[in-house]
């Protein structure tokens, strides 16, 4: 069956990186696209953008690009992503989620952005 | 960017009750519409995709319909596993976007 796990919770410093890793497993990991979304605490569902998982080419929407990266590694059917000069509004849980049909969601990995 | 909003915000129901969710896009995305649910504390569930195709496992008691700007979700008897936070997106272009969500809770 599809599954997607992600790694587990981070507590980081301001200033420090992060990366989180999305491990599938069930599927052909190059035939589905991989999307990234984010939710604040409290708050509502925001799309980060998708990855490419055949070319490895990411799109990132407005308001990801620069300290966002999404890759990849397929060799071991897994996506990551990673937050670099980490704030604390980037304290939330981030999804990974199959194809553009968003049919398949990891379990969430929540990262504290705290002093 | 095409911006989605449902209505109600909320709403409280009872076991047994029909449900419906409203979502209407800023622009027409002919039927690139889902439906999301999520429970506290755990990931969102795909329900529905392309407006009315219902997801593989997901029971007959969800529906949707709608095309271009308008969109409803409906529930036709509300079950205690089903009080929850609902969310449609659309994704018919860049960046894909998602309504704030309907609170489902109990009467």
């Known amino acids: 069956q599809v599954q997607l796990v992600q790694s587990g919770s981070e507590l980081k410093k301001p200033g420090a990186s992060v990366k989180v890793s999305c491990k599938a497993s069930g599927y052909t990991f190059t035939s589905y696209a991989m999307n990234w979304v984010r939710q604040a605490p409290g708050q509502g569902l925001e799309w980060m953008g998708w990855?490419?998982?055949?070319?490895?080419?990411?799109t990132y929407a407005q308001g990801f690009t620069g300290r966002f990266v999404f890759s990849l590694d397929t060799s071991v059917s897994t996506a990551y992503l990673q937050i670099s000069s980490l704030k604390a509004e980037d304290t939330a849980v981030y999804y990974c989620?199959?194809?553009?049909?968003?049919?398949?969601w990891g379990q969430g990995t929540l990262v504290t952005v705290s002093s | 960017d095409i911006q989605m909003t449902q209505s109600p915000s909320s709403l409280s129901a009872s076991v047994g009750d029909r449900v419906t969710i409203t979502c209407r896009a800023s622009?027409?995305?002919?039927?690139?519409l889902a439906w999301f649910q999520q429970k506290p504390g755990k990931a969102p569930k795909s329900l529905i995709y392309?407006?009315?195709s219902l997801q593989s496992g997901v029971p007959s008691k969800f529906s949707g319909s709608g095309s271009g700007t308008d969109f409803t979700l409906t529930i036709s008897s509300l079950q205690p596993e089903d009080f929850a936070t609902y969310y449609c997106?659309?994704?018919?272009?860049?960046?894909?976007?998602f309504g704030p969500g309907t609170k489902v809770d109990i009467k």
């Open positions: 392309a407006a009315s």
């Open positions: 997106q659309q994704y018919n272009s860049y960046p894909l976007t």
């Open positions: 622009q027409g995305i002919s039927n690139y």
């Open positions: 990855i490419n998982t055949n070319t490895g080419n990411p």
């Open positions: 989620a199959r194809d553009q049909n968003f049919d398949y």
